[in-house]
């Protein structure tokens, strides 16, 4: 989507390595979020930022973490990767108090962990 | 806590047919809705949103969708289904006071036979 981009597209990675997902966004939102899809269960919030250096869990945030040094840049990292994480991650960006209110998604990446 | 459901996974219409897509959600506080498309093998993009003012709501693709307060339902409608309205949808609730943190349904298959 126009204004948030993903990378990379598809990876595949061994058990145990560690992994970095990033989205990059040219919208000045100040909100960012990663959320992973998986059959079943709809999209669950791994993390999420609220500016610059602020951050905060989601609901599935366990052997996830996050970093934003930039307002462009939020990071994803699987600190030791797990077949169970095997997932696609979607980066979304919002103005949640401003129109249009909802999210903007990026086009995800497709991780396999083998 | 705030919550979504789907409750059905699949909805199968013929072509030029109205269609409906249900949801209902749980949230303390004012809801904010919202409903997004996935075609295959892309990102969720943004159809509509219920933040507030009138009940009926309409979004892109002709698609439209009902606030029901006393039902705590947000339904997606379309008057007449096209085939390449075939995606996956899905709906999210927020409140107005948790940095724009949204939760999505599981999402409901709709496929359009022509």
């Known amino acids: 989507d126009a204004g948030i981009t993903q990378s990379p597209r598809h990876k595949v990675t061994e058990t145990g390595t560690p992994v970095t997902l990033r989205c990059h966004q040219t919208?000045?939102?100040?909100?960012m979020y990663w959320y992973r899809q998986d059959p079943g269960h709809g999209l669950r919030l791994i993390h999420y930022?609220?500016?610059?250096?602020?951050?905060d869990k989601g609901e599935v945030s366990d052997g996830y973490s996050v970093s934003r040094s930039k307002t462009e840049d939020f990071l994803l990292t699987l600190e030791s990767a797990t077949s169970s994480q095997t997932s696609v991650y979607f980066c979304?960006?919002?103005?949640?108090?401003?129109?249009?209110?909802?999210?903007?998604f990026g086009s995800g990446t497709r991780l396999t962990v083998v | 806590a705030q919550s979504v459901a789907q409750p059905e996974d699949q909805v199968n219409v013929a072509e030029g047919n109205p269609l409906t897509v249900k949801c209902t959600y749980s949230?303390?506080?004012?809801?904010?809705l919202f409903w997004y498309v996935q075609y295959p093998n892309r990102g969720l993009q943004f159809l509509l949103k219920?933040?507030?003012?009138?009940?009926l709501v309409k979004g892109s693709y002709g698609f439209e969708a009902e606030f029901n307060k006393s039902q705590t339902s947000f339904h997606l409608k379309k008057p007449s289904a096209l085939v390449s309205d075939s995606a996956l949808y899905f709906c999210?609730?927020?409140?107005?006071?948790?940095?724009?943190?949204?939760?999505f349904g599981d999402g409901t298959t709709l496929t359009v036979k022509p």
């Open positions: 979304a960006i919002s103005e949640p108090y401003q129109s249009p209110y909802g999210y903007t």
């Open positions: 919208e000045n939102h100040r909100y």
């Open positions: 930022s609220y500016g610059v250096k602020d951050t």
């Open positions: 949230v303390s506080g004012n809801p904010y």
């Open positions: 219920y933040i507030t003012g009138d009940n």
């Open positions: 999210a609730v927020r409140v107005d006071t948790n940095a724009g943190k949204s939760t």
